[in-house]
């Protein structure tokens, strides 16, 4: 099991940027891949972005690709996620995640943080 803590989030008008962070403690954080999810009121939690251990392999929602980048500093044991060119429709909970493998569904995700909220204003 892996603790992880977001942080970064707040309120930006539309067009504006953020980055999240998401600090992992607790046990062995080599060898686990890192994610980035979003639950929007009344909607299900849905995948966003997601970085290999090595940091080689990443993958993106469709809607955020070119606008957010996923990264991650092993030393420090903590991956951000760096938003640009919000839009309203990325108003959400963003909640990081830890597991070995990488999946597009939250169910399989091992390890969550508790979230931090992100606002765009339009």
């Known amino acids: 099991q892996v603790q992880l803590v977001e942080s970064g989030g707040g309120l930006v008008q539309a067009g504006g940027s953020l980055r999240l962070s998401c600090a992992a403690s607790?046990?062995?954080?080599?060898?686990?891949?890192m994610g980035w999810f979003r639950q929007a009121p009344g909607k299900e939690r849905e995948f966003v972005a997601a970085?290999?251990?090595?940091?080689?392999?990443?993958d993106y929602k469709d809607s955020v690709k070119g606008r957010f980048t996923i990264s991650r500093d092993n030393a420090k044991n903590t991956v951000y996620l760096q938003m640009n060119s919000l839009k309203p429709e990325d108003t959400a909970v963003y909640y990081c995640?830890?597991?070995?493998?990488?999946?597009?569904?939250?169910?399989?995700?091992?390890?969550w943080g508790q979230g931090t909220q992100v606002t765009v204003s339009s």
């Open positions: 970085i290999s251990w090595s940091g080689t392999s990443t």
């Open positions: 995640a830890a597991d070995l493998n990488i999946y597009r569904s939250a169910a399989n995700w091992e390890s």
């Open positions: 607790g046990r062995t954080f080599s060898g686990y891949a």
